[in-house]
Structure formats: structure tokens, C-alpha cells
């Protein structure tokens, strides 16, 4: 059974980095895309990004000049940075696999979730 | 900047039939976008339904299905319970790496 767990500061003050850790157990680590998902309270859903193990990633477009992910495959964990934070940036942020369909298309196992608040 | 829309919310009533549907801010949903769907109640992590347009997520229970229907993707609950009152997410695969979440529709059992 694959587990995700999500890592990190709670509180991050404006304008600085937010930096977030997903530890995966139970997996072939190396073999899937991991992604980061977050949303705001009581708001819905929005994919940040995905990474390979290689560290190739992909970026939600309106985040990317903002937004870094990578990967370190001796500790089967990625991660995501997000510069320059403002109060939109305040959300719960899953980890999660990124699960093969026809192609790389869906996600199947998720974290709990950890919830980032900026501060002014 | 692609939008997926889906509608607000939907009320069904205990064993009754409810149809999402989730759509694109211009143009058609194919099984080329690959849907999937998502349910999430207050507090949880999202649980996946569906992907590939149509293929049950593990231990998902046959009354959830997925399809094509005229240029959305959907999914009916079919036989609707108490539990399935939560809130629906649909991705839609927008090719080069990048996904889209829709907007989400709040569904009530009652």
C-alpha cells in the first residue's frame, strides 16, 4: 500500500519561500509522476505541478514563474517550493501519485494534507 | 487559461440517480482529455472514483460510472446513499504534462 505524508512549516510569512517535503512509502518510487495539489479553505481543487524521479517537471502555467519541484529518490521524497507568498497562497496542500491510465493522466493515492497559512 | 466547468450543486434523494457533468470553458471533452473524478467530504483528502473516462478506482462501488456525454465528461451515481454526499472534482488532462481540476459540484442526499 502506497503513503504519502506531507512535511513542513505551517506558517510562512509574506513574501517569503514556501517549502513543503512528501515522503512516500510502500512504492516503486522511481517508476511514477508525483504531484502537488492544493486548495484554499472552502475553495476547490488546483494541480500545482508533477515531477518524474528524473527531475522533469511540469507546472500549472499561472504558478510557474513561482514555482519549483524536485526529487531526492534516496529518501523517496519530492518537494515544492513556492516564492514570493502571499495570503493567496494559504491552503491545504496534498501530495499525491500520478497514477497510469492511457497515459499519465489521474491521481491515485494521496496525503493527508498540510495546511499553509502566510502571514502578513 | 482553461476553465472546467462543472455545475454548483445537485440534490438527488436517497436511491435516486444523479448525472455531474464536466465541461470545457471553450470546446469538447473526449476520452482524448482522459477524465477522472474525484469525491472529497470535509476534512479528507480527495478519494479517487474514476479514470480514463470510465475505469473504477479500487474498492469504488459499481453504483459510480463514468462517461462521455455529448461534449462533457460525467458521472452518474446510480442508486444514490447518505455517504455519497460529499463534493466532486473532475481532471481533465490537457496533455504536456498538465492537468486541470474543474470546479467542483457540491451534491446533497436528501
Known amino acids: 500500500q502506497v503513503q504519502l505524508q506531507e512535511s513542513g512549516p505551517g506558517l510562512v510569512k509574506s513574501s517569503e519561500t514556501l517549502s513543503l517535503t512528501c515522503t512516500v512509502s510502500?512504492?516503486?518510487?522511481?517508476?511514477?509522476?508525483w504531484s502537488w495539489i492544493r486548495q484554499p479553505t472552502e475553495k476547490g481543487l488546483e494541480w500545482i505541478g508533477r515531477?518524474?524521479?528524473?527531475?522533469?517537471?511540469n507546472y500549472n502555467p499561472s504558478l510557474k514563474s513561482r514555482v519549483t519541484m524536485s526529487v531526492d529518490t534516496s529518501k523517496t521524497q519530492f518537494s515544492l517550493k513556492v516564492t514570493s507568498v502571499t495570503a493567496a497562497d494559504t491552503a491545504m496542500y496534498y501530495c499525491?501519485?500520478?497514477?497510469?491510465?492511457?497515459?499519465?493522466?489521474?491521481?491515485?493515492?494521496w496525503g493527508q494534507g498540510i495546511l499553509v497559512t502566510v502571514s502578513p | 487559461q482553461t476553465v472546467v466547468t462543472q455545475e454548483p450543486s445537485f440534490s438527488v434523494s436517497p436511491g435516486g440517480t444523479v448525472t455531474l457533468t464536466c465541461g470545457l470553458s471553450?470546446?469538447?471533452?473526449?476520452?482524448?482529455?482522459?477524465p477522472s473524478w474525484y469525491q472529497q467530504t470535509p476534512g479528507q483528502a480527495p478519494r479517487t472514483l474514476i479514470y480514463?473516462?470510465?475505469t473504477r478506482s479500487s474498492g469504488v462501488p459499481d453504483r459510480f460510472s463514468g462517461s462521455i456525454l455529448g461534449n462533457k465528461a460525467a458521472l452518474t451515481i446510480t442508486g444514490a446513499q447518505a455517504d455519497d454526499e460529499s463534493d466532486y472534482y473532475c481532471?481533465?488532462?490537457?496533455?504536456?504534462?498538465?492537468?486541470?481540476f474543474g470546479t467542483g459540484t457540491k451534491v446533497t442526499v436528501l
Open positions: 515531477v518524474y524521479p528524473s527531475g522533469s517537471a
Open positions: 481532471v481533465l488532462y490537457m496533455g504536456g504534462g498538465i492537468s486541470v
Open positions: 499525491a501519485r500520478v497514477g497510469f491510465g492511457s497515459v499519465w493522466d489521474h491521481f491515485d493515492y
Open positions: 480514463t473516462t470510465n
Open positions: 471553450s470546446g469538447s471533452v473526449s476520452t482524448g482529455y482522459y
Open positions: 510502500g512504492d516503486s518510487f522511481s517508476s511514477y509522476f
